[in-house]
C-alpha cells in the first residue's frame, strides 16, 4: 500500500491543502520569529550617499507578522468583495505591500495578476484585456495611467497602495490591513489558477502564463532540488519569483535596493552595501547585474566573502562573465541557472563545471553557444526541426519533427513543473505547445539549442531571432559573445537584416566605450575575429546604445535595433560593408 500524498498542491479534489498560501501559514506557525523579508525604505536609500561601508538601514518583518498581514488583507479583500476567481492585478514593485497582497488574493480563491514594475502603457492594456480584471492594487499613478484605458473599465475595486485615494469607490490598501475579519483558506483543485504572470512580449504580444496552486507547488519543489537553502540563509532576490520561492521555503529575503524598472549606475553600490553589511549569503542576478557587481568589485578592489551561493538566469551567460564574477566572490559557488516564465528550472550548472569545459587555448575562438549544463531531471526532452509556424502532430509522430542528437534545434520539454497552458489565449496555446498521441503537452521553449556528448545543453540562440543568410542559419549567441569580450565594444549585436540577394544579411551592431576608439580600429578587429571564427558579416553598425529587454536588461531587442539601424541607414555604418 503506497503512502498518500501529503504535498500542499497534490490533493485530490478541492482543498484548502492545495492552495499554495498553505506555505506562508505553515511557516508564520513553524518561526514566527524569523525574518521573512528585510528591505531599505525608498527615503533611506535616497538619502544615502553611495558608500559601500556605511549600512544602508533596513527595516524587516517576521514570517508570523507577514502570514497575520496576509490573513487581515484577505479579511479586507473578501469584505470589500473580491471573491473566488475574481482576477485582481497586483502592480507593485517588489515590497512587502506586493507580496502580502499577491498572497492574500490567492487566499481567497481568486487569481492574483502580476504585472512588473516595469510595465508600461501597453503591456498594461494587452494584460487586462486578456484577464478581464475585477480589481488592481496599484499607486495613484498607475490608476491615472489606466483610467481612460477600454481595458480597464471592468474594475470594480480599485486600491490604493499608499496616499492618493479621492474617488469613493477607491479603497486605501493600509486600511484593509485594519480588518479584523479571517475568511478561511479557500478550498481550491490543485488546477486551479492561482497565479498569471505575463511574458516580455519580446517575441509577440505578451502571454499570460497561468500559474495553477499545483504549478506553483511544483516550481517550488524543483527550484529547491537544484538550489537549497539553510535556516541560516540570508538570500537576495532580483526576479520576484525567486522571493516567492523564498518565502515558500522560509528563509530570509533581502530584497535589492533598486528600482528593477529604471536601472541606474548606484545599483551596484548599494548591492554591493546590502550584501557586505547584511551578511547575505546568497543572491539570485539578472546576468546584466552578475556584469556589473564584478565590474564594481574589480574596480574598488572588493570581494564579497560571505557569499556562499549565487544564481544567475534570464539570458545566455558568457564564460567571460562567469569568469568575471568567481573572481570577487571566491568562496561562493555560482550556478547558471536556464530557464523561463513558462518552465523554472530547465537545465543548471556550476561555474567551475563551466570553466573547466573551456579548453582552447585560443581566445579568439568561440564555440557555438553557451553551456547551461545539465537538463533538470524532473524533465523530458526532445530537439526539433526549426520553425516559426504552428506544430501540430498527425499519425506519424514525432518522426518528420526531431532531430537526432548532438543537432541544433528547438528545445521542448514537458514535465510536472512546465506550464501547460495561457490564460484565456487559445492562439498561444497553439503556437507554443504541442500536444502528443498521449494528451501530453509539450513547451517550445523558443530556443534553439545543441546537446553535446557530455550530455550538457548548449544554447545557441532564439528562433525569432535566427539569421538566415543565403540558405544557411546564423545563430546570434557566438557572434555576440565575440562583439562582448572586445575591450572597446560596450554592448554588442549580431542579427539579420533584410536583402534581396541574401534574404537575410548577417550584421552586427555595436555601442563603443566613451573615450575609445574611434571607430577604424574596432570595425577592423570585429572583422578579424568574425573571420578567425567563420562568421559571415555582411555589415558592422555603430550605434548609440543596444536596446535591452526591459525585465532582466540583459536581452537584445532585436525589432527595436533594426529599426534604429534601418532608420539610421549608412550614416550608422563602421567601416565597409558587403552590401
Known amino acids: 500500500m503506497t503512502s498518500p500524498d501529503t504535498r500542499i498542491g497534490y490533493q485530490p479534489g478541492r482543498s484548502a491543502r492545495n492552495n499554495v498560501i498553505q506555505y506562508i501559514r505553515d511557516n508564520g506557525d513553524a518561526f514566527p520569529d524569523r525574518p521573512a523579508l528585510r528591505w531599505v525604505e525608498a527615503d533611506d536609500l535616497a538619502a544615502w550617499g553611495g558608500s559601500v561601508t556605511r549600512p544602508l538601514p533596513h527595516r524587516a518583518i517576521t514570517y508570523g507578522a507577514f502570514a497575520d498581514g496576509m490573513d487581515a488583507m484577505a479579511g479586507g479583500l473578501h469584505e470589500l468583495g473580491v471573491r473566488a476567481g475574481d482576477r485582481v492585478i497586483v502592480f507593485l514593485p517588489m515590497g512587502v505591500p506586493m507580496y502580502t497582497a499577491m498572497f492574500a488574493v490567492q487566499k481567497l480563491g481568486a487569481i492574483a495578476v502580476f504585472l512588473d514594475s516595469w510595465a508600461r502603457r501597453a503591456h498594461l492594456g494587452a494584460s487586462a484585456a486578456c484577464v478581464e480584471p475585477t480589481a488592481m492594487i496599484s499607486h495613484r499613478a498607475a490608476f491615472d495611467l489606466v483610467r481612460p484605458m477600454p481595458e480597464f473599465q471592468t474594475l470594480r475595486h480599485a486600491i490604493i497602495a499608499g496616499p492618493g485615494r479621492d474617488a469613493a469607490r477607491e479603497t486605501q490598501l493600509e486600511a484593509l490591513l485594519e480588518s479584523t475579519a479571517r475568511p478561511p483558506t479557500a478550498a481550491v483543485a490543485s488546477e486551479d489558477t492561482a497565479l498569471i504572470t505575463f511574458t516580455t512580449g519580446s517575441s509577440g504580444a505578451p502571454k499570460g502564463a497561468n500559474r495553477t496552486h499545483r504549478f506553483l507547488c511544483a516550481q517550488h519543489e524543483a527550484l529547491t532540488g537544484v538550489v537549497p537553502y539553510t535556516p541560516a540563509d540570508v538570500d537576495m532576490p532580483a526576479f520576484p519569483i525567486f522571493s516567492l520561492n523564498n518565502l515558500a521555503s522560509g528563509v530570509t529575503t533581502l530584497l535589492p535596493a533598486v528600482d528593477l524598472a529604471q536601472p541606474s549606475e548606484r545599483d551596484a553600490a548599494a548591492m554591493v552595501n546590502q550584501i557586505l553589511n547584511e551578511h547575505a549569503t546568497c543572491a539570485t542576478l539578472s546576468p546584466a547585474m552578475l556584469r556589473d557587481l564584478a565590474g564594481f568589485c574589480a574596480a574598488h578592489a572588493l570581494t564579497l566573502p560571505f557569499l556562499r551561493r549565487v544564481v544567475s538566469g534570464g539570458a ?45 587555448a585560443d581566445a579568439d575562438l568561440v564555440e557555438e553557444g553557451v553551456n547551461v549544463g545539465r537538463i533538470h531531471e524532473g524533465l523530458r526532452c526532445k530537439f526539433i526541426r ?194
Open 316 to 360: 545566455a551567460i558568457s564564460r567571460d562573465n562567469v569568469r568575471a564574477f568567481t573572481a570577487i566572490a571566491p568562496k561562493a559557488e555560482l550556478w547558471v541557472l536556464y530557464g523561463s516564465t513558462e518552465v523554472e528550472p530547465m537545465a543548471h550548472i556550476e561555474a567551475r563545471a563551466m570553466l573547466a569545459a573551456d579548453t582552447d
Open 386 to 579: 526549426i520553425a516559426r509556424e504552428p506544430i501540430a502532430l498527425d499519425e506519424q509522430g514525432w518522426a518528420p519533427l526531431e532531430l537526432p542528437p548532438g543537432a541544433i534545434g528547438e528545445f521542448i520539454v514537458s514535465g510536472d513543473h512546465v506550464c501547460r497552458d495561457y490564460f484565456n489565449n487559445e492562439d498561444a496555446f497553439k503556437k507554443t505547445k504541442i500536444v502528443d498521441a498521449d494528451g501530453c503537452v509539450w513547451h517550445r521553449t523558443g530556443d534553439l539549442a545543441r546537446l553535446d556528448e557530455a550530455g550538457n545543453l548548449w544554447i545557441v540562440g532564439r528562433i525569432h531571432n535566427v539569421v538566415e543568410r543565403a540558405g544557411q542559419y546564423l545563430f546570434p549567441v557566438r557572434a555576440e559573445v565575440l562583439l562582448n569580450r572586445l575591450p572597446f565594444v560596450k554592448r554588442g549585436a549580431f542579427l539579420g537584416m533584410p536583402d534581396p540577394a541574401l534574404g537575410e544579411a548577417a550584421v552586427a551592431a555595436v555601442a563603443l566605450q566613451p573615450h575609445g576608439d574611434d571607430g577604424g580600429r574596432a570595425a577592423q578587429e570585429v572583422r578579424r575575429v568574425f573571420e578567425k571564427n567563420g562568421i559571415p558579416l555582411d555589415a558592422l553598425y555603430r550605434v548609440e546604445e543596444i536596446p535591452m529587454d526591459p525585465r532582466h536588461h540583459s536581452k537584445v531587442e532585436y525589432d527595436q535595433l533594426r529599426e534604429r539601424i534601418a532608420a539610421a541607414g549608412k550614416e550608422a555604418l563602421l567601416g565597409e560593408s558587403n552590401l
